[in-house]
Structure formats: structure tokens, C-alpha cells
């Protein structure tokens, strides 16, 4: 079975989509620097909790250049920068033929493996996969600074 690689994931066609979904939920919301939670809708139908993330240079978020400068790396693919990552608000639970989903008050799937995982995250479509390390730091450094509750 051939696996996707991140390279056919991010199209030209799914940024520049991404872009203008991001630019029209930040106008619908008011939305400038601070993320929101959304329902997303995967290829096989299934609807997902959500936190949305926007774009951020390093310098936003530590002024002192501790975390460098320039976009932070979870926001690029293969060199392109993405205006937005969106990440599961509850652990994972193994939805319709055994496809992740991010659910409020379901159990979290257990007993699967890494490879397994990353596998079924690939699964439900363009765009999803398991979560990288850039994105975990994201996640830390945002609620670092803006707290837990945005």
C-alpha cells in the first residue's frame, strides 16, 4: 500500500483553499491572533473537535528571541507556509471502521499502535495526519502564553 507523503498532501490548490478558509473564519469571528475551536469534517464524513491555531512568527510569542525568528515550523510543508494548523480538541477515539475521531465524552482509543495510528490518522483525508513534534510545541508555547482556556 502505498503511503501519502506530506508532499501530496499540501497541493497548491488545498493552501491556497486553507488560506481562504483562514482568512474568512478570522473576518467571520474577529479573530486576529487568538485560535477557536470548529467542527471540521473529514473525506469519510466524520465531524471532529477542533482547535484552530493561526499562523504565528516565534518573535510573537517571546518578543526576546528566546524561540528565534520567523514562522515557527509547524506552519510550513515541505518549505510552503500554511496559514493555520488545527488540532483534535480530545484524544482520539476509534470511530466507523476503525477511523480516528475527536469527540467530547467518548473513551480514547487504546491499544494501538504508533504505525497503526499515523496510518488511520492518513485515512480521513487531505490534510490529516498524527501530530508532529512542531505541532506539540505549538500547542505548549500557545498555551504558555495565552492559556489553557482560549
Known sequence: MNQLKEKDIY??????????????????????????????????????????????RCEDLDPEGALGD??????????????YIAIACYQASSGPNSIPVSKAGVSP?????????????????EGYHLITNWEWAVVALWNAKYGPEV
Not at 482547535?51 to 504565528?56: G, L, Q, R
Not at 520567523?70 to 510550513?76: D, E, T
Open 11 to 56: 497541493t497548491d490548490e488545498y493552501l491556497d483553499r486553507l488560506e481562504y478558509e483562514a482568512a474568512r473564519f478570522r473576518d467571520m469571528l474577529g479573530v486576529t491572533r487568538l485560535g477557536f475551536r470548529k467542527q471540521m469534517t473529514d473525506s469519510l464524513g466524520n465531524v471532529d473537535e477542533m482547535f484552530v491555531i493561526p499562523k504565528f
Open 70 to 83: 520567523g514562522i515557527h515550523p509547524a506552519f510550513l510543508r515541505n518549505g510552503v507556509e500554511i496559514p
Open 109 to 125: 482509543w487504546a491499544n494501538i499502535t504508533f504505525d497503526n495510528a499515523r496510518a488511520n490518522c492518513l485515512k480521513k483525508g
